[in-house]
């Protein structure tokens, strides 16, 4: 792809893994898992390790670094209410539900903006679909639905998802295929389809 950013980070690697271990692909999560050391800190998040974030896609919290403070990043919030499902804690899992279903855009069929977000005008993708995997896992499979659908309907022709959508709910006509926004999108569609996380 016609992109200068040609790295492939230890966060995207464990999100090729767990993409292709929910699809039963063994062979291509064996050969990721073999050639990669999860535990290593991350390049952009020093002090926390590449699976830190994302290993409660994989239904575990022991390498799940949270922070005591309240974040307005929503992929954040959607993370924190994975790990409150994981840790029975329903307080938290009602607080980071209630929050991104407050933020939904019901005209565009995504999530709404953080702070982040307003400060780049644009939508990101991949939060959406992070969101339909907590409604999924929350047992909202209507608000699931509604995200898996958006997601369909973003799908490129190569197959892949764009992070970014324009005010408007464009496609950005900046971005391209991401491999993270992709994994999610195929995760959150496979929620859909399940009607569960």
Same mark, same amino acid.
């Given at each position: ?7 492939? #980070?230890? &966060? ?6 767990? /993409? ?15 050639? @990669?050391?999860? =535990? ?18 994989? $239904? ?8 005591? &403070? /309240?974040? $307005? $990043? ?21 607080? &980071?539900?209630?929050?991104? /279903?407050? $933020? #939904? @855009?019901? /005209? ?11 400060? *780049? ?14 409604? *999924? ?17 973003? &799908? ?21 295929? @991401?491999?993270? =926004?992709? *994994? ?14």
């Amino acid at each position: 792809m016609n992109h200068g950013d040609h790295r492939i #980070w230890p &966060q995207t690697q464990y999100l090729l893994y767990l /993409t292709f271990k929910r699809f039963a692909l063994a062979d291509l999560e064996r050969r990721i898992n073999d050639a @990669n050391d999860f =535990t290593v800190p991350t390049i952009d998040r020093a002090g926390l390790k590449s699976n830190q974030r994302y290993c409660v896609l994989d $239904n575990v919290t022991c390498g799940f670094y949270l922070a005591n &403070q /309240t974040s $307005n $990043n929503f992929d954040e919030v959607a993370l924190i209410g994975h790990y409150a499902s994981l840790t029975s804690n329903s307080t938290l899992l009602s607080s &980071q539900t209630a929050l991104l /279903t407050s $933020n #939904w @855009n019901k /005209t565009l069929g995504v999530l709404g903006m953080d702070a982040g977000d307003q400060a *780049a005008k644009l939508f990101r993708v991949y939060k959406t679909a992070l969101a339909g995997t907590l409604f *999924a896992r929350a047992g909202m499979t209507d608000e699931c639905e509604a995200a898996a659908t958006t997601l369909a309907n973003l &799908q490129e022709p190569t197959g892949g998802w764009i992070t970014d959508l324009t005010v408007a709910g464009a496609k950005n006509p900046g971005s391209v295929a @991401n491999i993270e =926004t992709t *994994a999610l999108s195929l995760i959150c569609l496979d929620c859909a389809r399940k009607g569960l996380f």
